[in-house]
């Protein structure tokens, strides 16, 4: 039975089965999410026999890292871990002025079929458990230990759509909001949906002030569907009705965020129908110009035309940030370097 991924409530009942105090349960907790252990023997709080007795019950099992790439300013780690069964995911270390965050994978693959994504491109092989999502950061945070920082804020991210394991994510997220892990702030998480409206409802109930993305990438119903096939199950004006809500509710402002892809979704029409879009919400956008994917034949708008667009934006006093960029050249975009690997038959 692997123990990794477990609350300390869980492992403490399992323990009792075993007639093994509750104490023993905060103590190897705090091993195995703050120490790094990946095994009981060194756990040199417990007797010898108590550790053999674990072992003989329990496991430690963690994802491997088989890959990791820096950038070339060291401001971005990115890593492919492998579980159990050799599905792999990606995970990435960005160092900002204002703190470590960790962009977290949430499935193997992806079956949301967006047009400009990376991970999508060989379907959802399955859904993360909690362990394997938190255990994304947990590896970090201990790599960043051992320099004396920690981890600041966590960007749900990474390949997958969260919303459609909405369980997993959220067990993960609470998990790491323990103090016997890292004592996350749900003020530092940011989740980002392609706009599943119930799971954006059920979130917005959830009592956990995380903030909202949500992937917009295109201001009409048309033109959305053709890129986002999910647009078809959750047109636009559902999607902002819920994610209005859903700021209501928390008091957070919700971002969307805007890929600009060349003479697909750049123009000033595009820009003006996108702030009208927004108009009167409590609401920010966020630029992204595409990280170009080969198999997808999708480019980079202009430095000009990115330029434009935040500009008809603004005139229109919707507030648009351009995404500061990391590690363009460690395959940055959602999936790359997991493609990459598989396509190498690794
Ligand atoms: N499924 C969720 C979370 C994963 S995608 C979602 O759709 O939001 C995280 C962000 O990366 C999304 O905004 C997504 O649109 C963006 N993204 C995906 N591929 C990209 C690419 N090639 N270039 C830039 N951003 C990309």
Redesign the pocket.
């Known amino acids: 039975m692997n123990i990794f991924g477990w609350t300390k409530e869980r492992l403490a009942e399992a323990l009792k089965e075993h007639d093994i105090p509750r104490f023993r349960a905060d103590q190897i907790i705090r091993w195995m999410y703050q120490r790094g252990a990946v095994s009981f023997h060194a756990m040199d709080n417990l007797s010898k026999s108590l550790r053999a007795q674990l072992a003989e019950q329990f496991s430690i099992e963690r994802p491997k890292v088989v890959s990791r790439l820096h950038s070339a300013d060291g401001a971005t780690i990115k890593l492919l871990y492998e579980f159990a069964d050799g599905q792999t995911a990606e995970t990435v270390l960005m160092r900002h002025s204002y703190g470590n965050s960790v962009c977290v994978s ?1 499935q193997a693959g ?1 079956r ?1 079929g ?1 047009a ?4 999508t491109l060989h379907g959802l092989q399955r859904n993360l458990t909690a362990g394997e999502i938190a255990a994304q950061v947990i590896g970090i945070a201990d790599f960043l230990r051992q320099e004396g920082a920690r981890v600041d804020t966590i960007v ?7 919303l459609e394991n909405y369980d997993n994510v959220i067990a993960a997220l609470r998990l790491l909001h323990e103090d016997y892990t890292i004592g996350l702030s749900y003020r530092s998480v940011t989740l ?3 706009g599943i409206v119930p799971g954006i409802e059920r979130l917005a109930e959830e009592g956990i002030p995380i903030s909202l ?3 917009l ?1 295109a201001p009409t119903d048309a033109l959305r569907s053709e890129i986002m096939p999910v647009n078809r199950m959750y047109p636009l004006a559902d999607v902002l009705r819920a994610a209005c809500m859903y700021a209501e509710r928390t008091k957070r402002r919700v971002t969307y ?1 805007y ?1 600009l892809i060349r003479d697909l979704n750049d123009g000033v029409r595009e820009a003006e129908q996108l702030a009208k879009l927004l108009r009167g919400q409590l609401a920010s956008v966020n630029l ?6 080969a198999e ?1 034949n ?1 480019f980079r708008p202009d430095k000009a035309v990115i330029r434009r667009f935040q500009k008809t934006l603004e005139e229109r006093h919707i507030t648009a940030t351009l995404r500061r960029e990391m590690g363009t050249d460690i395959q940055a ?3 790359q370097l997991r493609n990459r690997l598989m396509e190498a038959g690794l």
């Open positions: 949430t992806c949301m967006c400009f994504c990376a991970s749900v991210m990474g390949s997958g759509e969260p980002s949906t392609s993305s949500i992937s990438h965020e890929i992204i110009p595409i990280n170009p994917v997808r999708l975009a959602c999936g």
